[in-house]
């Protein structure tokens, strides 16, 4: 999909006339593995997504999910929440059919572009969801550290670090490379699960609204295109010269 336009500018509208930038308020948190939202896991690798690819080359999804197999890998062994994708082994290593949806999803809300560039529309979502990533701090930490490390490492040579790791489920205490292939590599299931307010997991679920999105997108040609017309003229006014 291509870039979208006044990306600086712009704000996803929320629930009650709230934006991503004016986040709805957090109410109660709930941390039930039930209750997970795979709008956090895109959220979060739409962020690793920019941090390992600043200069917006071409990104397949091989890389993709190298690097979520790593910051999950690091959480589980800090005792953090992790990605809730769960890897099996392929011919490249660790890979998840999960990474593959979300990845197709960024895409179709515009949020990444066909060749998995972060669009304008995707970088100014990350900046309004600043004080989500502060939110959660420590597995931000984890994101933006596998970004800087393994985001410039060329994909032939992430393949073979990542063959050389050992499997921390089914095939647990072998090397990656050396396991068979659709063994389970990594599973999140027993790991520690996201605290995540009910307000928040809305706003993220909001960003990947396929028809909430569209509609913004034809407001947004509208606008720059001025096919709209001013309230008084399609309404009227009341005698005091407020709309009615």
Same mark, same amino acid.
């Given at each position: 999909?291509?870039?979208?336009?006044?990306?600086?500018?712009?704000?996803?509208?929320?629930?009650?006339?709230?934006?991503?930038?004016?986040?709805?308020?957090?109410?109660?948190?709930?941390?039930?593995?039930?209750? #997970?939202?795979?709008?956090?896991?895109?959220?979060?690798?739409?962020?690793?997504? +920019?941090?390992?690819?600043?200069?917006? $080359? $071409?990104?397949?999804?091989?890389?993709?999910?190298?690097?979520?197999?790593?910051?999950?890998?690091?959480?589980?062994?800090?005792?953090?929440? +992790?990605?809730? #994708?769960?890897?099996?082994?392929?011919?490249?290593?660790?890979?998840?059919?999960?990474? #593959?949806? %979300?990845?197709?999803?960024?895409?179709?809300?515009?949020?990444?572009?066909? %060749?998995?560039?972060?669009?304008?529309?995707?970088?100014?979502?990350?900046?309004?969801?600043?004080?989500?990533?502060?939110?959660?701090?420590?597995?931000?930490?984890?994101?933006?550290?596998?970004?800087?490390? $393994?985001?410039?490492?060329?994909?032939?040579?992430?393949?073979?670090?990542?063959?050389?790791?050992?499997?921390?489920?089914?095939?647990?205490?072998?090397?990656?490379?050396?396991?068979?292939?659709?063994?389970?590599?990594? %599973?999140?299931?027993?790991?520690?699960?996201?605290?995540?307010?009910?307000?928040?997991?809305?706003?993220?679920?909001?960003? #990947? %609204?396929?028809?909430?999105?569209?509609?913004?997108?034809?407001?947004?040609?509208?606008?720059?295109? $001025?096919?709209?017309?001013?309230?008084?003229?399609?309404?009227?006014?009341?005698?005091?010269?407020?709309?009615?």
């Amino acid at each position: 999909m291509p870039d979208q336009p006044n990306g600086a500018d712009f704000q996803f509208g929320a629930p009650g006339g709230t934006s991503l930038n004016q986040p709805m308020q957090p109410t109660e948190t709930s941390s039930s593995p039930e209750e #997970y939202r795979p709008s956090f896991d895109r959220t979060f690798l739409l962020r690793l997504l +920019a941090k390992a690819n600043p200069g917006g $080359h $071409h990104m397949g999804a091989v890389k993709p999910n190298k690097f979520t197999f790593l910051v999950s890998r690091l959480a589980l062994e800090s005792g953090l929440p +992790a990605f809730r #994708y769960r890897f099996i082994k392929d011919r490249l290593g660790p890979k998840s059919i999960s990474v #593959y949806t %979300d990845l197709a999803m960024l895409r179709a809300v515009g949020l990444t572009s066909q %060749d998995g560039s972060v669009t304008t529309r995707g970088s100014a979502t990350l900046r309004a969801l600043e004080p989500f990533f502060e939110s959660q701090a420590e597995f931000t930490g984890l994101v933006d550290r596998v970004a800087a490390s $393994h985001g410039h490492v060329p994909r032939h040579r992430l393949v073979d670090q990542v063959h050389r790791m050992e499997a921390r489920a089914g095939v647990s205490g072998m090397n990656i490379g050396e396991a068979p292939l659709g063994s389970l590599l990594l %599973d999140p299931s027993a790991g520690a699960a996201f605290e995540l307010s009910e307000a928040w997991g809305e706003t993220l679920d909001l960003v #990947y %609204d396929m028809e909430a999105q569209a509609s913004l997108r034809a407001s947004e040609e509208d606008v720059r295109f $001025h096919r709209v017309r001013p309230f008084q003229t399609e309404f009227g006014s009341t005698s005091s010269g407020s709309p009615r």
